[in-house]
């Protein structure tokens, strides 16, 4: 799939690691580090603008490095990047460790996953189809 995108940031496109990566990092777009100190979060610019087609979305999340080895996180994870967005993608960063820690212009601060996705038309009725499951929910199958 082609997207249109425009890096006014000073580092490389975001790109796949690995031969079946399904995200690509972003780098944090900065002209000076931020600390952030424990429980603070930022909003971290990465300089880049895209035109996403119809019918797709981009995801942000976090990186799993960064989690476990900093407790640094996206705070409104996955965040989602609608097709109709022009304006530049960022990142809410959120530091949930005990230590502050410092982004640098370059850092690899998130993913991105672009994602298809599907438009709902609800269909009101009064009784849904039962399954084996019913209403069972949030640890309704033990530990």
């Not at 031969?19 to 971290?44: K, W, Y």
């Not at 809410?92 to 709902?120: T, W, Y």
Request: include cysteine; proline fraction near 6%.
């Amino acid at each position: 799939m082609k997207v249109e995108i425009i890096n006014k940031s000073k580092h490389q496109l975001p790109a796949y690691e690995t031969a079946l990566s399904a995200g690509m990092d972003l780098r944090a777009n900065i002209d000076a580090p931020i600390e952030l100190q424990p429980l603070q979060r930022a909003l971290v610019p990465t300089g880049l603008y895209m035109a996403l087609p119809a019918g797709y979305e981009a995801q942000v999340r976090p990186r799993s490095g960064l989690a476990a080895k900093k407790g640094v996180t996206v705070l409104n994870s996955p965040g989602t990047i609608d097709a109709d967005y022009r304006g530049e993608v960022c990142v809410i960063l959120v530091n949930l460790s005990n230590e502050p820690f410092v982004i640098n212009d370059g850092e690899r601060i998130a993913q991105m996953v672009i994602a298809r996705h599907e438009k709902v038309e609800w269909s009101c009725v009064e009784v849904l189809g039962e399954t084996e499951r019913g209403a069972g929910g949030f640890g309704h199958t033990g530990v």
